[in-house]
């Protein structure tokens, strides 16, 4: 089955630590996407690759990062500089002749 | 600031009416816009798109229409059914990137 798989699906992250998003896809689309939806918020885009081993940051970049190291691949690391990291993530992808996202199923990350 | 904005947070709707759903932009550059279905923890599912050559787009229950003079555009589900409830997302695009609107939660009453 063609798709795109978000890991792990809920995540929990102490006070100064750095947690990866993973986000792998099958269905060999170039464009790979990261979003972040908070409460009663629309979609906000964190960071966007077009592709492999570039990448683009979106309105909301601060305390994030990522790497587009494989075409199948966008992680997306939380670091410690986001002080406010609890909100569900959403990866999506995007084939070249293709005016639409396809999304992953989220991860919820939550701070302890 | 938000290009793109859905103004109404929710909609209530009796099985069987029609639902409309309604978006607001303000870049005249963006040239193709998007409706997305969502459930809580999932992520958005694709559901209709149009052109901005195009004024209407129609998909089984689903129309889109887009007015560019006014810059808006709505999403028309006849007839509305239980399985609709959800919350929906309008997006639009120009090049590679994507913006969303901040929804809106669609309850279809049995």
């Known amino acids: 089955d063609g798709g795109i798989t978000q890991s792990p699906k809920y995540l929990f992250r102490k006070e100064g630590q750095n947690v990866t998003l993973s986000c792998e896809q099958n269905?060999?689309?170039?464009?790979m996407y990261w979003y972040r939806q908070d409460p009663g918020q629309g979609l906000r885009l964190i960071y966007y690759?077009?592709?492999?081993?570039?990448?683009q940051k979106g309105d909301i970049a601060e305390g994030y990062s990522v790497s587009r190291e494989k075409k199948e691949s966008f992680p997306l690391t939380v670091t410690s500089a986001q002080k406010n990291p609890t909100a569900f993530y959403l990866c999506?992808?995007?084939?070249?002749?293709?005016?639409?996202?396809?999304f992953g199923s989220g991860t919820q990350l939550s701070v302890l | 600031d938000q290009q793109v904005k859905q103004n109404s947070p929710s909609l209530s709707v009796q099985e069987g009416r029609i639902s409309i759903l309604n978006c607001d932009y303000t870049?005249?550059?963006?040239?193709?816009f998007l409706w997305y279905k969502k459930y809580p923890a999932e992520g958005p599912t694709f559901l209709i798109s149009?052109?901005?050559?195009?004024d209407k787009n129609e998909d089984g229950r689903f129309t889109v229409f887009l007015n560019k003079s006014a810059k808006h555009l709505s999403l028309h589900i006849v007839p509305s059914q239980p399985g609709d409830s959800a919350v929906y997302f309008c997006?639009?695009?120009?090049?590679?990137?994507?913006?969303f609107g901040t929804g809106t939660s669609l309850t279809v009453i049995p």
């Open positions: 999506a992808s995007r084939g070249q002749a293709l005016e639409k996202l396809f």
């Open positions: 269905l060999n689309h170039d464009a």
């Open positions: 690759s077009q592709i492999v081993n570039d990448f």
């Open positions: 870049n005249s550059m963006f040239d193709y």
């Open positions: 149009i052109s901005s050559i195009k």
């Open positions: 997006a639009a695009s120009t090049g590679n990137q994507f913006y």
